[in-house]
Structures are given as structure tokens and as C-alpha cells.
């Protein structure tokens, strides 16, 4: 996949948790224009490969802001991280208006939790700046039944909206919407079955970082975490994006030392 002037394949890499929102559920993971360039810059160090920049919640029963709220949080923000860092960054929005803001300001990809279903035009701004795009299912309502065909369905229209557009084929990679209209059981369906969403033929991103599904508090999810990073390791999947990048850098390299040591 290509994101900015970067090309990501064979390997697992880390796409790294910017919030810029005061209500994200996990509150080590909120910055402010303030802080924001300390923990890229820890990021970085602790081997980050992607920066996802996110001005909205999407955490359960969030309350949503506008597009131009979303732009007001991260302006700032994100012209420092363009201006200070050389690696690509993403920006976590499903509005037309903050898509083309930030892809203004340098951006190199968009992470629509919506799948470019929420606005009818966000398709067009990615493909008129020539970025990326990671398309993830989501629904208005829980999922009933059969989730593989409702989700494959989703994201195979969603794909065909991104090439309609003009987006690259080689600058969309598809996420399963771990959390996002699911149940716990459903989601733990996902995760163990999710290589099922290559037949789509696009590159994948888990999201599964200290999530509710992981039960108990946010503060003892990250182990589960990086169990799901580890297996998200041996099912060919492209990025992990989550808020501990040191943890699951290593349990990345761990994972693949292991199955190196299993073909010997």
C-alpha cells in the first residue's frame, strides 16, 4: 500500500493513536497542540510508522462535534507534525469538509470510520489530492446474522465507490470495524476470522486497541492487546493501529521471530 511517499508490504506495522479530542476513552492517548509534538516524537522513537490523527470520538455514546470543530483541534496540530516528522500521516475523520482541510495541510491519507458512506463526497476529496484511504464497516445498526457477508458487502461497495472516484487501488486498505455496530461476541468472530476480509484483495488495518471487547478496565487491556496484535502478525495484516507503539513494535518482531524459529 501507498501512503504519502511511503510504500508499506510484507510486514506488520504500526500505525500510531493521535487524539486530539478531550474525551477519548483511553486518557493517555489525548493530546493537545501542546503536547502533541512530545508524543509523536515518542512515537517515532518507539517505532511508529504511520501517525493517525483523530479530532472526533468515536468511543461508545460519544457525543459527535462538527467538521469544523474537528478542523479547529487539529490545524495546529497537524501543521507541526507535517512540518516536524517526515513520516506519513493519516487523519481519522468522516467529513468532506475535514477530509479536504487537512489534506490541504499535508495529510497523506484519510481513515474514514464510515466508509465513505457518511458523505457522499468524501470519496472525490481523497482522489483530488491523490491520498490514501482506509475504508472501515461500520452500520447504523447491530449487525444480525451472518457478519461476513454483511461486512464483504459493505466494503466491497465502499471500494468501488474509492476506484469510481479515481483513488488508486494501491492507496486503499480496508478495515473490519472491530467495535463499530458489533457485539462483544461478534467482534472476538472478527478478530479470529479476520485474514476472511483479504478475499477482497486490499491490504488490512486492525483496530482493536485496549477495546471494550477485552472486558475489565481500559488500563488492563494492553495485554489482550498485543495477543491481538500477534495474531494479527500471522494473519498478514498490514497495520495494527493502537495507543502502546512500543509494546506492540516488539510483540511484532517477537511474533515474527517465532514463526521464523516454527519454519527452521
Known amino acids: 500500500m501507498k501512503i504519502g511517499k511511503y510504500n508499506f508490504e510484507n510486514n506488520t506495522f504500526v500505525a500510531a493513536i493521535i487524539n486530539l479530542t478531550p474525551d477519548s476513552f483511553w486518557h493517555k492517548s489525548r493530546n493537545d497542540e501542546y503536547t502533541v509534538l512530545k508524543n509523536v516524537e515518542k512515537a517515532v522513537k518507539d517505532g511508529a510508522s504511520l501517525i493517525d490523527v483523530g479530532a472526533q470520538s468515536t468511543r461508545p455514546n460519544y457525543t459527535e462535534v462538527s467538521a469544523d470543530e474537528e478542523i479547529s483541534r487539529f490545524e495546529r496540530p497537524l501543521r507541526l507534525i507535517k512540518s516536524n516528522f517526515a513520516l506519513p500521516v493519516s487523519v481519522d475523520t468522516y467529513f468532506k469538509k475535514s477530509a479536504e482541510a487537512a489534506l490541504s495541510l499535508g495529510a497523506d491519507a484519510v481513515n474514514d470510520v ?15 489530492y491523490g491520498a490514501s484511504v482506509c475504508i472501515m464497516h461500520n452500520a447504523k445498526k447491530p449487525l444480525e446474522g451472518d457478519i461476513w457477508v454483511q461486512i464483504t458487502d459493505f466494503l466491497r461497495g465502499s471500494v468501488k465507490t474509492a476506484l469510481d472516484a479515481g483513488i488508486d487501488a494501491e492507496k486503499i486498505c480496508l478495515d473490519g470495524g472491530i467495535g463499530f455496530a458489533k457485539s462483544r461476541e461478534q467482534n472476538i ?20 486497541s485496549r477495546k471494550s471487547m477485552f472486558g475489565g478496565n481500559v488500563e488492563d487491556r494492553l495485554e489482550p492487546t498485543l495477543q491481538s496484535t500477534r495474531l494479527a502478525v500471522r494473519k498478514g495484516v498490514l497495520f495494527v493501529r493502537v495507543h502502546d507503539v512500543k509494546e506492540n513494535v516488539l510483540a511484532i518482531k517477537e511474533e515474527y521471530d517465532r514463526m521464523r524459529s516454527e519454519v527452521k
Open 114 to 128: 464510515w466508509g465513505l458512506t457518511h458523505d457522499e463526497k468524501m470519496a472525490e476529496v481523497i482522489a483530488k
Open 189 to 208: 468472530e472478527l478478530l479470529n476470522g479476520y485474514e476472511k476480509l483479504s478475499c477482497l484483495g486490499y491490504p488490512l488495518l486492525l483496530g482493536t
